[in-house]
């Protein structure tokens, strides 16, 4: 267990890899790998130290490693959490503060990584990710660190340490492969998920008498093939691996050779001097690297390349500070060095301490958020049908009882602003908690009829999430018309007949495949008077060619002929610049200032569906009259909240806009 710089060098390495991935720079885009180096590198060091106090006494001090543990962990992962929790309150808007908070005590017990496992987070692509969520992999080793010993223990009292490590790797390696396929938030957040990594670094442990017999140039020969592997997991891989699964073994085998070349060969790089400085801070910059960049991000700052290295350069220095000034006084003894019990004590004590912190910030935040906004002046009015209607295809005609849109009241101003601002991300359509739309998971639709079960006429509303937030309105319709609605919708599921890849799951979306399949056989049994179809214009195809607009309104003109039935379609909702609600919690913020530019809002706007409607000759519905002026789409219109987040309508905007789509629903019905 002498010193090894290479090894303070490999965590430099580490470092930088995660930091540069993060920050975008340099094009090292599976800089994520950064962390399996961490892991193998710390299975190796706390196997190693075990091992060391068993052959000298014979036994594990379990006390002793776990306030070792506290003080090499605790004093900087409290003091980052308490200041990003407090960074939060001047940062993070009201609505979303509770959250944060939530969050930092989650990290504050190490449990986040599975609090991120059971919201499905996509750590990939997060469009609002928590500054808190780089903890996970600190909960991870937490929790290894917490059982480790035991197993180690037992696995001695037995006398089969290797077999049992092995064991050990082995069955959470074969639950690493299964669960990034079936649930890879689990495969990548969970221990039994990681697990294998850190335990193959304690292999090298266990193994260190017969790596001593490797001959220099066998060794030199691993650290080369090791910096290979590891350079190549770190500029080949990207978010669209399927990961940690079978690719997860590069960077692993890679940090395995490096530690066993011992110094020699490409290893010796890494006792570079600048390396080895990085190394010594590489846990106080990981700590500090990912709140720095989120909270950049949530500032509206333009984040170009030379504020990117800026803001690394500002990191690194709170990483030095960090290391000097909280590391440090605790490792080197002037802090650490008293009895055990004060130490848990004050472990204890801190972590206490921040959980506390963060259930004062909740409650502040809670209150905090404002009733209503301003609003301007001269703030939009929802249409007058004789403008809002767009023109429609003739279609053969059907039963169709009143053919103006009088049944259903035109809609007044509410005197207070709706839904709440504190409501407005509940105001959803409720569909999934009716049990009648699918998640990501699962391809069987289920068939609900709602609106008039009885109903003589019978529309079918299909589409991903896009077309879910219609679904007030249709009922609303419905209800006053006697229709029977039966919605088919699926999270993330374009309705084209294309491949596409879920950037959620991190893999081809077979599921939405089934799905589409299954539901134009549900719709053809059906036999309905009117498919309403509706879904997001953001599509991520397998094949990099089906990203062109005119290929996806071939694809979805397919699969909507398919159906058999009269059709309108619904252009997708104009696209916000930020989070509607957390914009309008914001007490330096207004209505006006929360809505986006026209010419933003309408990024890609009909390229597809547009086109789509034409080769169909179905009725398009394009709700960009009903949504925004000439210049602007405002988050506010008539005192009602649009949006939810910042591209989904709430309920209460939905069901208001319920009086100008009745026309065109009609339309497409003659």
């Not at 290479?6 to 994520?32: K, Q, S, T």
């Amino acid at each position: 267990m002498r010193f090894r710089s290479d090894l303070e060098g490999l965590r430099g390495i580490a470092i930088a890899l995660v930091v540069l991935f993060h920050f975008d720079l340099l094009g090292v885009r599976g800089g994520f790998v950064g962390v399996d180096a961490f892991y193998v590198l710390s299975g190796f060091l706390i196997t190693a130290l075990l091992l060391r106090e068993l052959s000298e006494t014979g036994g594990v001090d379990l006390a002793a490693f776990y306030a070792r543990r506290a003080r090499r962990i605790l004093p900087a992962a409290i003091a980052a959490l308490a200041l990003t929790l407090v960074a939060g309150v001047f940062i993070v808007a009201p609505l979303d503060q509770p959250a944060v908070a939530s969050d930092a005590t989650a990290c504050g017990l190490f449990i986040c990584n599975i609090v991120f496992a059971l919201r499905a987070t996509d750590y990939f692509a997060s469009q609002a990710p928590s500054p808190f969520l780089h903890f996970w992999s600190l909960g991870v080793e937490e929790q290894f660190y917490l059982l480790w010993p035991l197993f180690l223990l037992l696995a001695f009292r037995l006398r089969h340490p290797r077999l049992l490590a092995w064991s050990l790797c082995a069955t959470s390696f074969a639950a690493a492969l299964a669960l990034t396929d079936l649930a890879t938030p689990w495969a990548f957040f969970s221990l039994p998920g990681r697990a294998w990594q850190l335990g193959a670094g304690a292999l090298v442990a266990l193994y260190a008498p017969t790596l001593e017999r490797v001959p220099p140039v066998a060794r030199a020969a691993c650290a080369w093939v090791g910096a290979a592997l590891l350079a190549t997991a770190a500029v080949a891989f990207d978010h669209g691996v399927a990961y940690p699964g079978v690719a997860a073994l590069v960077p692993t085998v890679a940090v395995i050779l490096l530690i066993a070349a011992r110094g020699a060969g490409a290893s010796r790089i890494l006792s570079f001097a600048p390396l080895r400085t990085l190394g010594r801070v590489s846990y106080s910059l990981y700590l500090v690297h990912w709140p720095v960049l989120v909270y950049a991000t949530m500032l509206g700052v333009t984040l170009g390349v030379p504020l990117r290295w800026a803001l690394v350069a500002f990191a690194i220095a709170v990483a030095g500070l960090s290391h000097t000034f909280v590391e440090r006084p605790f490792l080197d003894g002037r802090v650490g060095a008293r009895a055990r019990r004060t130490a848990f004590g004050l472990a204890m004590s801190a972590t206490a301490a921040v959980v506390l912190l963060a259930q004062v910030v909740n409650v502040s935040a809670a209150s905090a958020v404002p009733e209503t906004a301003t609003l301007d002046q001269a703030e939009m009015r929802l249409p007058s049908f004789a403008t809002a209607i767009p023109a429609a295809a003739t279609r053969p005609s059907v039963a169709v009882t009143e053919t103006t849109p009088a049944s259903i009241a035109t809609p007044t101003a509410p005197r207070e602003l709706r839904p709440r601002i504190a409501d407005a991300r509940a105001d959803g359509d409720g569909l999934g908690a009716r049990g009648c739309g699918l998640s990501l998971a699962g391809d069987h639709p289920p068939v609900c009829e709602l609106g008039d079960p009885r109903g003589a006429i019978t529309v079918v509303l299909i589409g991903d999430s896009h077309a879910a937030q219609w679904f007030p309105a249709v009922d609303t319709i419905a209800t006053a018309r006697g229709w029977r609605v039966i919605p088919f919708t699926k999270d993330s599921c374009i309705f084209l007949d294309m491949r596409i890849v879920s950037i959620h799951l991190e893999r081809e979306y077979t599921e939405c495949a089934r799905w589409r399949t299954n539901v134009v056989a549900a719709v053809q049994g059906l036999h309905p008077d009117l498919a309403i179809v509706s879904s997001s214009r953001w599509v991520h195809p397998v094949d990099g060619r089906d990203a062109d607009p005119a290929r996806q309104a071939a694809a979805m003109a397919r699969l909507v002929s398919s159906l058999d039935t009269r059709v309108a379609l619904i252009a997708d909702t104009p696209l916000m610049s930020q989070d509607v609600p957390a914009c309008l919690s914001r007490r330096d913020r207004d209505a006006r200032s929360c809505g986006t530019s026209r010419e933003y809002a309408l990024t890609l706007h009909l390229a597809r569906d547009g086109r789509a409607a034409e080769v169909l000759g179905a009725t398009l519905v394009d709700p960009t009259a009903w949504l925004c002026d000439d210049e602007r789409c405002p988050a506010v219109i008539d005192r009602t909240i649009v949006y939810r987040d910042d591209h989904h309508l709430t309920a209460t905007m939905a069901r208001r806009l319920a009086p100008v789509l009745e026309p065109a629903l009609l339309d497409a019905l003659r």
